[in-house]
Structures are given as C-alpha cells and as structure tokens.
C-alpha cells in the first residue's frame, strides 16, 4: 500500500512540472503585449551559407510616445558569432514597407521614414 501511494505523489509532481511547462510555453510575451502597438510587417533573412546570420524586421508602432522600443527590440531573436538583428519602427499612421531586402539600404529611405532603429547583435566567439 505504501509502494502504491508513494507512485501516486510522484505521478502528481511529474503532472505539475509537465502542466507548468506546457503553461509556460503557450504564454511567452510578444511584441503585442507591450505598450506601443507594435506590429511586425515585414521580415527579410539572410540564407546563411556563410558567416553571420543577419535579420531585418519592419514593425509599427501606433503609440509612439508611449512605445517601450527596446523591450520589443529584446524580443526579436539573435544568435551568437556575427549574427544581426536590425529592427526598424515606422509609424502606422504613415506610408511603411511591406517588403525589405537584405543588403543595405533594407528600405526605400524617401518614400518611407523610421521613427526608430535598433539593432541587437549575438556574442562573439570566445576563441
């Protein structure tokens, strides 16, 4: 009878770490739940073959005083050893780009202009 109860107390643990985790999962911030409306609408990646990986999003923010641009920034992944992140903010109200490139300039800078830019960058090899 012991055996049998002690097997229950642990099926129950492992229950409850599994439900957390799945929980957990489900419910990760995005850049919709941050003061800004910030929206993405447009993203563009290198293909890789060599070096860094290099990512370009175009996002808009529909607050723009109350916008928190580097916590949305944060949320954009990043790799290690050269990788780019590049995150451009346009206002809603005004023309954006629904496409980017990868080389520089990513944009078309006299039709459209960016409120904010940021980028974020991995760590480098420690080698």
């Avoid at 290198?46 to 996002?59: C, D, L, M, P, S």
Wanted: net charge neutral.
């Amino acid at each position: 009878m012991q055996k049998n109860k002690r097997m229950w107390w642990i099926a129950l643990g492992l229950i409850i770490i599994l439900g957390y985790g799945i929980w957990e999962a489900f419910n990760q911030p995005s850049i919709e739940d941050l003061p800004g409306d910030f929206k993405e609408v447009a993203f563009v990646r290198n293909e890789q073959n060599k070096g860094g990986i290099i990512r370009v999003y175009a996002v808009t923010v529909g607050d723009i005083p109350n916008a928190k641009y580097d916590a949305c920034a944060d949320l954009f992944p990043t790799n290690d050893f050269g990788s780019m992140t590049k995150i451009y903010f346009f206002d809603k109200n005004k023309p954006f780009p629904t496409t980017l490139q990868i080389d520089p300039p990513h944009y078309d800078g006299r039709q459209y202009d960016a409120v904010m830019i940021l980028k974020r960058t991995g760590k480098e090899d420690s080698k």
